[in-house]
């Protein structure tokens, strides 16, 4: 099964693996490429560019396939340096880049002159369309499903991803609530070129994470997220647990980003993938949890998605067209 976004982004699958901090590092990244999908190592969670510049070459030590980077550009009061991440990544000759949280606008003249194709993942449809006139190689677009920030929007793929489809031209993948081989068909027939997981991606054998938190995914339900940080119009959606129930609970009654600063820091949802808590801190997780059941190899986990759409498609769907 192939489609234009394997044409444009040079792999064998219709799959890509998107930027998740603590967990986008060179194990899990390498796997996916291996597997034939598009796998991204997320720059911050890198501490320094140096260290970035270290992590790629891990990475091409344990795979000859082509990989990318996520750079996630988020408002913060003390930004990191992304216009030196953004230059490790030029630097390093990787293939293509995941821009994410805002407009790329800054970074593109950069990107494209160097050829590094992008890939901008938002969650409207007019972010996409903006991003496509900017001139970007392809979009991801994020529905509601998502784990991460899905936007204030709050529409689901199911309308989402056909609405984006009848404006966008680039290469388009489907995201947020994709896990196996039925969302792979059903996100080509609302006019995507294939899917982005994340939450899928961590419940593997290679994802280097605590095996508490891939414990955790397979026991969850689709009712066992929490949105955070409503309030402040930017929204996260969780793996709901004490810690964003508090969250929630602080915000609602008037409470100020101050107040859950410790909360929600990154060191502590760092330390659930490290120490396996996955009550010590906030981390990212999407309604897919609910479809998974299992933690396979990133092989085996894609092979299953695309051999399986390949079946749906012949064998059901086929099945239901009369000659
Ligand atoms: C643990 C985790 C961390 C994530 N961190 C980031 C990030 O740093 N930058 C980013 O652009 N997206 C991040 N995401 C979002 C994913 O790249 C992807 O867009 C999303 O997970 C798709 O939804 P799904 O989880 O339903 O597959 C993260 C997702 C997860 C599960």
Known sequence: MRTR????????HPVAQGGMQWVGRAEL??????????????ALTQPTPEDLAKEIA?????????????????????????AEYRDVIVESGVPVVETAGSNPVEHLPV????????LHKCTSVRHAVKAQELGVDGVSIDGFECAGHPGEDDI????????????????????????DARGLVAALAL???????????????????????????????????????????N??????????REVIEILATGGAFEDVRDLVAGARGRRVYEEG???????????????????????????????????????????????
């Open 277 to 323: 808590d996955p009550e010590l801190g906030i981390w990212s997780a999407g309604l897919v949890q609910g479809l998974i059941h299992d933690v396979p190899t990133v092989a085996e986990l894609v092979e299953r998605i695309v051999t399986g759409a390949e079946e749906l498609v012949r064998d059901r769907l086929g099945g239901l067209v009369r000659s």
């Open 5 to 12: 976004f394997c044409e444009v982004f040079g792999v064998e």
């Open 235 to 244: 929204t996260a959606r969780v793996a709901s647990n004490s810690v964003s």
């Open 191 to 233: 006019g995507a070129d294939g899917i982005n997981m994340g939450t899928r991606f961590v419940a593997t054998a290679e994802a280097p994470v605590h095996d508490n938190v891939k414990q955790a995914l397979v026991q969850a339900t689709e009712r066992d997220t929490d949105l955070i940080f409503r309030p402040l119009r």
């Open 156 to 179: 689901p793929g199911l309308v989402l991803i056909p609405a984006a489809a009848e404006k966008i031209t680039v290469p388009m993948l489907a995201s947020g609530g994709f896990g």
């Open 29 to 42: 990244v390498a796997a996916v490429a291996e597997a034939g999908a598009l796998g991204f190592l997320t």
């Open 111 to 118: 990107f494209r002159a160097a050829g590094v194709k992008v």
């Open 58 to 82: 891990r990475c091409r030590e344990m795979t000859d396939k082509p990989f990318g980077v996520n750079l996630t550009i988020l408002p913060s009061i003390d930004p990191p340096p992304y």
